[in-house]
């Protein structure tokens, strides 16, 4: 786990730096994880379009991450994720995050607490 583990937290300090005021400290600038744990859920392979005329197989997987809350810096790394997702080819819809029905946290929740972090 721990090469998954680095690749997301790697990723999310990128689209940190690209993203948040230089003065606050990154994912990687802190201790402890992002999530508290990692659940593979399934994969799968799925042709997709990366250009026009051009199709290739990618395999995707499916994760369930759970998390407490630690800090407001672990809260804004957490509401990152969830604004510009994890993972790489966002722009094909890919390495985004929904957070799950029934969770403790609603959509409407979560976009509030965004909204109130900015």
């Excluded at 402890?32 to 997987?61: C, H, N, W």
């Excluded at 509030?112 to 972090?117: K, L, V």
């Amino acid at each position: 786990m721990e090469p998954l583990q680095t690749q997301l937290q790697q990723n999310l300090d990128k689209k940190h730096n690209l993203f948040c005021p230089e003065e606050l400290p990154g994912p990687t600038d802190r201790d402890g994880g992002l999530f508290s744990e990692y659940e593979l859920i399934k994969t799968f392979a799925l042709p997709l379009e990366v250009t026009q005329g051009e199709e290739r197989t990618v395999v995707l997987s499916k994760w369930r991450f759970e998390y407490e809350v630690r800090d407001e810096h672990h809260r804004r790394h957490l509401n990152l994720a969830l604004d510009a997702g994890i993972g790489e080819r966002n722009a094909l819809g890919l390495g985004f995050i929904n957070i799950e029905e029934g969770s403790k946290v609603s959509p409407r929740e979560a976009l509030q607490a965004q909204e109130g972090s900015r």
